[in-house]
């Protein structure tokens, strides 16, 4: 199974600063397509999670564009330019490239 | 509009089993995948499967195999995660999740109590 890993697990932020989030994977996520299957989710307090970004980089509709996905291969960033107060809650990475689809452990974001 | 309606909170005896819906609505239900995704209190999300709702065809993580059975019904747009022989560590709440490039929908979660 491919295990991901994140850090920091807990990040306080202060609203109007940048954050970033990193994601690295025990195998790369780049497929032959060229696409590096890394997912980005944010669960805030009793909801369920909620896509952000897709394929690495890419933002879901409605997602605003503070948020932002880089990386490739193994090594992936989550960065939000400005944190606002609705920006809490916990965010994964999920790898989307073979079964079993793996989570990391969660990063809380506390503003 | 797009959703996906779960079934209501359960509470079942060790050994016992659970059987859970996802009704979707607002899309084509057989042209994604539905998944289970789980997440026990306080922790994070574990991915159980996927059905294919056109196919049937499912993909279960190994630790689940054997005790974990998704089902779908196309006439109702209704996919069925059933877990059997269950235990006290598979309290959690379990979601239905979907979409054509990620989860870009989930269901609102079913809590599944395991208890004596």
């Known amino acids: 199974d491919i295990v991901m890993t994140q850090s920091p697990l807990s990040l306080p932020v202060t609203p109007g600063e940048p954050a970033s989030i990193s994601c690295r994977s025990s195998q790369s996520l780049l497929d032959s397509n060229g696409f590096n299957y890394l997912d980005w989710y944010l669960q805030q307090a009793g909801q369920s999670p909620q896509l952000l970004i897709y394929?690495?980089?890419t933002r879901a509709s409605g997602v605003p564009d503070r948020f932002s996905g880089s990386g490739s291969g193994t090594n992936f960033t989550l960065k939000i330019s400005r944190v606002e107060a609705e920006d809490a809650g916990v965010y994964y990475c999920?790898?989307?490239?073979?079964?079993?689809?793996?989570f990391g452990q969660g990063t809380k974001v506390e503003i | 509009q797009v959703q996906l309606v779960q079934s209501g909170a359960e509470v079942k005896k060790p050994g016992a089993s659970v059987k859970v819906s996802c009704k979707a609505s607002?899309?084509?239900?057989?042209?994604?995948?539905m998944h289970w995704v789980r997440q026990a209190p306080g922790q994070g999300l574990e991915w159980m499967g996927r059905i294919n709702p056109n196919s049937g065809d499912t993909n279960y993580a190994q630790k689940f195999q054997g005790r974990v059975t998704m089902t779908r019904d196309t006439s109702i747009s209704t996919a069925y995660m059933e877990l059997s022989r269950l235990r006290s560590d598979d309290t959690a709440v379990y979601y239905c999740a979907s979409g054509t490039d990620a989860f870009e929908i989930w269901g609102q979660g079913t809590k599944v109590t395991v208890s004596s």
């Open positions: 999920m790898q989307a490239l073979q079964n079993p689809l793996t």
């Open positions: 607002g899309y084509s239900f057989t042209s994604n995948y």
């Open positions: 394929l690495g980089s």
